[in-house]
């Protein structure tokens, strides 16, 4: 049987480029079974496209085959890379970031240089600025059909791939202080990097109130009371909840409403959330 293949990128369904994308895969072996992650990561947000990976990853089986690109740098010396989860998943992606939190909450068993010598679509040498297409579809797919073994795509890596900076979390006497890691796109909903069971240890119980206060660098932008739930409906339409996410971290969310567009919230470095006790 063959491994799945799933694809990400940000190229958007605008024009062929995805397309063209799964026609390589295809044309290796068309038996393959192919799906997607998203094409709607923000051009050029190589965190995005990490996150989305972690967010992803752990709920497909061994052997899973993942092609995720956003590739700012294509075209240049940075390295082509197929990494080897603990959990057996492989994933093909430029190596820029886009593996760090794969790296951080994952696991890489091994990481190998893709040799492009072989694992290239045949009469694209000369082509520089889609290698989504011509090396990373082309070698997923190769590997996902068992044309290539793992061992075949390339020489090993010592070093570990390269990380992007995790915000993490932090303890501060009854709060917990952590950034705004991402959306959840749809909804609006906030998403953090403050673990559940770090939140848990300030002996916040569902139905009490936490004070939210998020920043945008150093000024104060939004201060809240805010109920603390098990899901969105333990708050009245149109309020504001607390709760813990489907990745085990905490989050904000209006009842069938936008957090980040009612408040104009963004994401990434310079937003940071602290969630204390009262």
Not at 41 to 54: D, Q, V
Not at 115 to 135: A, P
Request: hydrophobic share 40%.
């Amino acid at each position: 049987m063959h491994a799945f293949l799933v694809f990400q990128s940000d190229f958007g369904l605008c024009d062929g480029a995805v397309s063209a994308m799964k026609g390589v895969a295809y044309s290796v072996d068309p038996d393959l079974v192919i799906s997607d992650i998203t094409h709607e990561i923000t051009p050029y947000n190589i965190f995005e496209a990490s996150y989305r990976l972690f967010q992803t990853i752990p709920y497909w089986p061994s052997n899973t085959v993942f092609v995720s690109v956003v590739d700012p740098g294509v075209g240049t010396s940075r390295e082509s890379v197929v990494a080897r989860t603990s959990g057996g998943q492989y994933i093909v992606t430029p190596n820029n970031g886009t593996l760090t939190h794969a790296a951080a909450f994952v696991g890489i068993d091994q990481l190998r240089l893709i040799e492009e010598r072989t694992n290239r679509l045949k009469n694209s040498e000369t082509s520089y600025t889609f290698y989504g297409r011509d090396v990373y579809a082309y070698t997923g797919a190769r590997l996902a059909s068992g044309i290539i073994s793992f061992e075949e795509v390339g020489p090993l890596l010592q070093e570990p791939p390269l990380s992007l900076e995790l915000f993490g979390a932090s303890r501060e006497g009854d709060s917990v202080r952590g950034q705004i890691d991402i959306l959840d796109v749809r909804f609006g909903s906030l998403w953090t990097s403050i673990p559940f069971d770090m939140f848990q240890d300030l002996g916040i119980s569902f139905g009490d109130y936490a004070e939210v206060r998020i920043y945008r660098g150093p000024s104060l932008v939004y201060i809240n009371r805010i109920t603390y739930g098990r899901s969105f409906a333990d708050v009245m339409v149109g309020m504001p909840v607390l709760y813990m996410n489907s990745v085990g971290h905490m989050a904000l969310a209006i009842n069938q409403g936008s957090f980040a567009r009612a408040y104009n919230i963004g994401t990434g470095a310079p937003w940071t959330i602290t969630l204390s006790r009262i």
